[in-house]
């Protein structure tokens, strides 16, 4: 079990539009950090709820870093601004392409 796994996880999601739709699913339910860490075991990531947890802190307060120092895109802000999950916008933080359906999820964490 690693943070790398998390990282290739969601390096995963951001380039396969049928995982990131699994990924909807998975923030729809009420324990959504346990959901997507039971997704990214199954398609073979082995991380725990924790470290996936740890990996969206991290990148959290390296995009508010970045906001407060001016360096966040115009989507970025406006992503902050609509309040997309985190996963949701970490990954286009990375700047990549999320899809709608995944966009419209509200995580509970």
Do not use: C, H
């Amino acid at each position: 079990m690693s943070r790398q796994s998390v990282t290739d996880f969601l390096q995963k999601v951001s380039e396969d539009q049928a995982l990131q739709a699994d990924l909807a699913k998975a923030l729809q339910v009420e324990n959504d950090r346990e959901a997507v860490t039971t997704l990214g075991n199954q398609k073979g990531y082995d991380f725990t709820s924790d470290e996936l947890w740890e990996e969206v802190q991290k990148r959290q307060a390296e995009i508010q870093a970045q906001a407060d120092s001016g360096e966040l895109s115009d989507e970025e802000l406006e992503a902050i601004s609509g309040g997309l999950s985190p996963l949701i916008f970490i990954t286009l933080a990375a700047q990549v392409s999320v899809s709608v359906s995944v966009a419209a999820t509200t995580p509970t964490w």
